[in-house]
């Protein structure tokens, strides 16, 4: 799969596709039905499928404070995105430029100059452009004008609702990890890189690998039994991911994991967390002491549910 990062970087080879605009946040089961789509319509039109995406998303650029957090990371999402088949991606930054880009100079700069598409997969509440004035209809009116079809992607529903983003962000705080892996198609997790960290877990008995989150917000938070995958062994274990609240914190998430009965070296090691289970919301200790007594409860929890 091939990475375009900007329309500047567009070449005369890169145009001729069938194409589809979206955040893609999760590659849920409803953003994979799309995907489906488009590679049924590459392999029709013999043209190769090309996934349009923005960065930052437009409500991090609008409003950082309040967006939603991520579902994945840009890294995993281009991954998620290749396993889709996937031939091309144009991430586009998301800046003031873009933002004040009318519906019109969208269709005509990245649709038809830059990527010369010959098809379009969107959802029929699809908006672009500046003040969001470009829509469904506008697309349609264009693709009749400049010689491009376009398509409405179908809804995908699980138990009559939905299946968006938006929803899963809900479920997973729900902690419902069965409902959000139909979601999904795949049990949801969490990659990063592990860091040294303050070391607080080996003093309180329980060594944690300090997992790189890159996010200012995080879709879970609490203390939850998970399992990560090394050299081909499931490892089992308990994870916390919130803001550290006993302890003196930086105000950022963070994901600490414990995995049991390890003993190996996981600095700098990439890994994908698994969460199967909530255990308990994050919480505020009095003391160190009681802290320990619940990390030790979380344990035996977990172990119990493994049943180690």
């Known amino acids: 799969m091939e990475l375009v990062r900007g329309i500047q970087n567009l070449r005369p080879r890169h145009r001729g596709c069938v194409a589809t605009i979206g955040n893609f946040d999760g590659v849920h089961a409803g953003h994979q039905a799309i995907l489906k789509r488009l590679r049924a319509h590459s392999a029709r039109m013999n043209l ?19 967006a939603p957090p991520r579902l994945t990371r840009l890294r995993d999402k281009l991954a998620l995105l290749e396993e889709q088949g996937v031939d091309r991606v144009l991430c586009l930054a998301f800046n003031r430029r873009l933002r004040e880009m009318s519906a019109e100079q969208f269709v005509q700069e990245i649709l038809i100059d830059g990527l010369g598409v010959k098809h379009l997969e969107v959802g029929d509440d699809f908006r672009f ?3 969001r004035s470009g829509d469904f209809a506008f697309l349609q009116g264009s693709g009749e004008r400049h010689g491009f079809t376009v398509e409405a992607a179908n809804t995908v529903a699980e138990s009559g609702e939905r299946i968006s983003s938006t929803r899963l ?4 705080a729900e902690g419902d990890f069965s409902l ?3 979601l999904l ?11 040294h960290g ?6 309180l008995g329980a060594p944690t690998a300090n997992v ?22 499931t490892q089992k274990g308990v994870a916390n991911i919130g803001s550290r609240p006993t302890v003196q914190g930086d105000g950022q998430p963070h994901l600490e994991v414990h995995l049991l009965d390890f ?20 919480q505020r200790f009095d003391s160190l002491d009681a802290l320990k007594a619940a990390i030790k409860a979380d344990f035996a929890a977990a172990r119990a549910q493994w049943g180690l």
């Open 48 to 66: 190769p499928g090309c996934v349009v995406i923005f960065e930052p998303q437009p409500r991090e650029y609008f409003a950082p404070g309040d």
């Open 129 to 131: 452009g500046c003040d």
């Open 169 to 172: 962000r809900q479920v997973l």
């Open 180 to 182: 959000a892996e139909r």
């Open 185 to 195: 198609g795949r049990p949801f997790s969490i990659s990063g890189r592990v860091l």
């Open 198 to 203: 303050q070391k607080l877990g080996r003093q």
């Open 212 to 233: 790189q989150l890159k996010r200012v917000r995080a879709p879970l938070q609490g203390v939850y039994r998970v399992s990560v995958e090394l050299d081909g062994v």
């Open 263 to 282: 003993d190996g070296d996981l600095y700098g090691r990439r890994i994908t967390v698994v969460f199967h289970e909530k255990l308990r919301d994050e």
